[in-house]
């Protein structure tokens, strides 16, 4: 069975700070991970995407296939940044499977 | 930009009444989604639907049914409400790549 599993519900940083969300799966063949962000009263919404290996508003996430995770970084958090995150799982032939979700609150 | 409209932003309904929760898509996707969004749950999948007039049952089915009788529109469907149908659903659509989904702004649905 897919799984995806978020450590953390609430995460805060101070501005400036680095930032790490971790996100693990547990997926026996090759996944497509997502990061999803969801802002203060708007919808949630596609971050990225490990396959497109770019860097969105300041975040990268890179897939480790040995330790079967897919962190979410960027080197120095803003405000702004204060959000709810989802790490999500495709495998293909079912939709995605989504953590339960980390909150981040970046301190000024 | 796609659009994926929620008709109701917020409900309050009694126990047992019916509910309708709709869905509309202005881009032509294949497939659309019913996700319930809880605090500490994360998203967790209802139906989904791949094409018109099919569905498919998610991960809590349990409680709900689902129309897509056109394809720009999914509905959810509350037969009877219970105060634990209480929550956020989010309705989400996808061209054909499921991973990439387009999420409308929500129905918080309060069941008294």
């Known amino acids: 069975a897919q799984r995806v599993t978020q450590p953390e519900k609430l995460l805060s940083v101070f501005k400036g700070a680095p930032v790490e969300l971790k996100c693990n799966y547990s997926?026996?063949?090759?996944?497509?991970l997502f990061w999803y962000v969801q802002y203060s009263r708007q919808r949630l919404q596609l971050l990225l995407r490990?396959?497109s290996r770019e860097s969105i508003k300041g975040f990268t996430a890179d897939l480790n296939k040995g330790e079967t995770s897919f962190h979410l970084k960027k080197p120095f958090a803003q405000e702004e940044d204060s959000a709810m995150y989802y790490c999500a799982l495709y495998s293909g032939n079912t939709p995605l499977v989504f953590g339960k979700g980390t909150r981040l609150s970046v301190i000024a | 930009d796609v659009k994926v409209t929620q008709s109701s932003r917020y409900l309050v309904k009694r126990t047992g009444e019916k509910v309708f929760l709709e869905c509309v898509q202005d881009m032509d996707h294949e497939n659309m989604f019913w996700y319930r969004q809880d605090p500490g749950l994360g998203l967790r999948l209802i139906y989904f639907?791949?094409?018109?007039?099919?569905?498919e049952k998610g991960d809590i089915p349990e409680g709900y049914s689902v129309s897509r009788e056109k394809k720009e529109r999914f509905s959810l469907i509350l037969e009877s409400a219970s105060t634990n149908q209480t929550s956020m659903y989010l309705c989400?659509?996808?061209?054909?790549?499921?991973?990439?989904?387009?999420f409308g702004e929500g129905s918080r649905l309060t069941v008294l």
């Open positions: 989400a659509s996808s061209l054909r790549h499921m991973g990439e989904l387009f």
């Open positions: 490990h396959i």
């Open positions: 639907s791949y094409d018109v007039k099919m569905k």
């Open positions: 997926y026996s063949g090759s996944p497509e």
